[in-house]
C-alpha cells in the first residue's frame, strides 16, 4: 500500500498530511530516508519510522473457523504441489495463518487469524486448550487399552499427559472413538491409537476448547461471531 496510506492508517495524520511529512523527509522505510510520493510499503515487511519512531497500522483482526478437508496442508505455501488449507479461503484480504496443524490425512476445525496474539494463547502447550477429536480406529479397544490413554502413554520418548477418550460407537471390524488432548504433538492422536494397536483409519477434529464445528459443511469456512471470539480472547 502506499506510504501516506499506511500513515493515515497508523493514526499519523490525515492521507494529503502524511504526504506533507513525507516530503519533508520525516519518514524513513527499513531505514532509508522517503522524501518522494508514490513509494507503497509492505505493511507485513516494511518497518516505517516518523520523526525516528516506529508506526504500526492499526490491523483489523479476523477469526475464520474452516472445516478442513482430507487432502490439504496447513502450510502457507505449497511445496511439492500440495493443495493449501488457504486456496479454500477466498475473498479475504487480510494475511490469515492457521493456528497450529491438522495433518494432511486429517479433516475437520481448524481456526485461521490474524491475530498472533490469540494463536499463541490457542497453541502453546502452558494453556492446555483441549481439543477434541473423532477417529475411527482399527478394531475396538478394551477397558485396559482405554486406560493407558487416559494415564498417559510413551511416545517419541515422552509420556503423553491424560486424555479422554470414550469408545462412541462399535462397528465390526472398526470403532469410532471421541478423544479430548490438551497438547498438541506432531501426529499425536495417530500416535497414542497406534501404541494401544488400534491405528487411526479416519480421524477428525470437532472442536477446540468448546468452539464446535458443528454442521458446517466440508470445505466451508465462516467467520468466528464476535461472542466467540471474546469468549477465546478470555480463555
Ligand atoms: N493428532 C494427529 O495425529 N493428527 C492431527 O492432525 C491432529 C492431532
Given amino acids: 500500500m502506499r506510504l501516506q496510506h499506511y500513515m493515515a492508517k497508523s493514526g499519523i495524520a490525515s492521507r494529503r498530511k502524511s504526504e506533507s511529512i513525507i516530503l519533508a523527509g520525516r519518514v524513513m522505510v527499513n531505514n532509508q530516508i522517503v522524501d518522494r510520493l508514490g513509494v507503497k510499503v509492505d505493511p507485513d515487511r516494511d518497518i516505517v519510522h516518523v520523526d525516528n519512531r516506529v508506526i504500526k497500522m492499526e490491523r483489523h483482526k479476523i477469526y475464520i473457523m474452516l472445516n478442513k478437508p482430507v487432502g490439504y496442508v496447513t502450510t502457507?505455501?505449497?511445496?511439492?504441489?500440495?493443495?493449501?488449507?488457504?486456496?479454500?479461503?477466498?475473498?479475504?484480504?487480510?494475511?490469515?495463518?492457521?493456528?497450529?496443524?491438522?495433518?494432511?490425512?486429517?479433516?475437520?476445525?481448524?481456526?485461521?487469524?490474524?491475530?498472533?496474539?490469540?494463536?499463541?494463547?490457542?497453541?502453546?502447550?502452558?494453556?492446555?486448550?483441549?481439543?477434541?477429536?473423532?477417529?475411527?480406529?482399527?478394531?475396538?479397544?478394551?477397558?485396559?487399552?482405554?486406560?493407558?490413554?487416559?494415564?498417559?502413554?510413551?511416545?517419541?520418548?515422552?509420556?503423553?499427559?491424560?486424555?479422554?477418550?470414550?469408545?462412541?460407537?462399535?462397528?465390526?471390524?472398526?470403532?469410532?472413538?471421541?478423544?479430548?488432548?490438551?497438547?498438541?504433538?506432531?501426529?499425536?492422536?495417530?500416535?497414542?491409537?497406534?501404541?494401544?494397536?488400534?491405528?487411526?483409519?479416519?480421524?477428525?477434529?470437532?472442536?477446540?476448547s468448546g468452539l464446535a464445528l458443528d454442521d458446517l459443511p466440508i470445505g466451508k469456512w465462516r467467520y468466528l461471531t464476535k461472542d466467540e471470539v471474546g469468549y477465546l480472547s478470555r480463555l
Fill in 76 to 208: 502457507m505455501k505449497n511445496k511439492h504441489d500440495q493443495k493449501i488449507v488457504l486456496d479454500l479461503i477466498r475473498g479475504v484480504e487480510e494475511r490469515i495463518f492457521p493456528v497450529g496443524r491438522l495433518d494432511q490425512d486429517t479433516s475437520g476445525l481448524l481456526l485461521l487469524t490474524n491475530d498472533g496474539y490469540l494463536a499463541h494463547r490457542l497453541t502453546h502447550p502452558r494453556y492446555e486448550i483441549t481439543k477434541v477429536y473423532e477417529a475411527v480406529v482399527r478394531g475396538i479397544p478394551n477397558n485396559s487399552k482405554l486406560m493407558k490413554f487416559r494415564k498417559g502413554l510413551k511416545i517419541d520418548g515422552r509420556v503423553t499427559a491424560r486424555a479422554y477418550v470414550k469408545v462412541l460407537k462399535r462397528y465390526k471390524d472398526s470403532s469410532l472413538l471421541e478423544i479430548a488432548i490438551h497438547e498438541g504433538r506432531n501426529r499425536q492422536v495417530r500416535k497414542m491409537c497406534k501404541y494401544i494397536g488400534h491405528p487411526v483409519i479416519e480421524l477428525k477434529r470437532i472442536s477446540i
